[in-house]
């Protein structure tokens, strides 16, 4: 399985999953049984689905779960959702909206133009304060914004 949307992975062992749209026969709900992460997506052992056939009766098929069920940090990955979100910075204040968010191997980028012109705002524990606020609270380390407002 792929991520879609460019979500980071997120199935796990027993996180209970719908496929949709659903066979025609068969079970509706799974539970993710056997999960490991490749560099192309996820190779997934789903519950009910014993033999090859029923597997690829699922191929281009969406997984959907319950939002309660996946990681607290979900929304921080939801690029729909984040873009045209508004960043404030502890320091220099509103820097302005979510333009582009930039996939790394190791943390998101937040493409950020506003006043200070584009800033790029790494997606770290240490500078996202809060991403359910409106807007979005960051703590940006020095020499990202100078002191003038223009961008370093």
């Known amino acids: 399985?792929?991520?879609?949307?460019?979500?980071p992975l997120l199935l796990r062992k027993g996180l209970?999953?719908?496929v949709v749209p659903p066979r025609l026969k068969g079970p509706r709900v799974h539970v993710v049984s056997k999960c490991v992460d490749s560099p192309t997506g996820q190779l997934v052992l789903l519950s009910g689905v014993e033999t090859l056939q029923?597997?690829?009766e699922l191929v281009g098929r969406t997984v959907l779960a319950r939002e309660a069920d996946l990681p607290k940090?979900?929304?921080l990955h939801d690029v729909d959702a984040l873009l045209g979100c508004e960043?404030?910075?502890a320091r220099h204040g509103l820097l302005g909206r979510i333009e582009e968010?930039?996939?790394g191997p190791t943390q998101d980028v937040w493409i950020v133009l506003g006043p200070y012109g584009e800033v790029?705002?790494?997606?770290v524990d240490e500078v996202v304060i809060d991403?359910?606020?409106?807007?979005?609270r960051v703590d940006l380390p020095e020499g990202l914004v100078d002191e003038e407002g223009e961008l370093t």
């Open 16 to 18: 209970e999953v719908v």
């Open 131 to 136: 991403f359910r606020s409106d807007p979005v």
């Open 101 to 103: 968010v930039m996939r």
């Open 120 to 123: 790029l705002v790494p997606v």
């Open 1 to 7: 399985m792929v991520p879609a949307h460019g979500l």
């Open 73 to 75: 940090d979900y929304a």
């Open 87 to 89: 960043v404030e910075d």
């Open 54 to 56: 029923q597997a690829s």
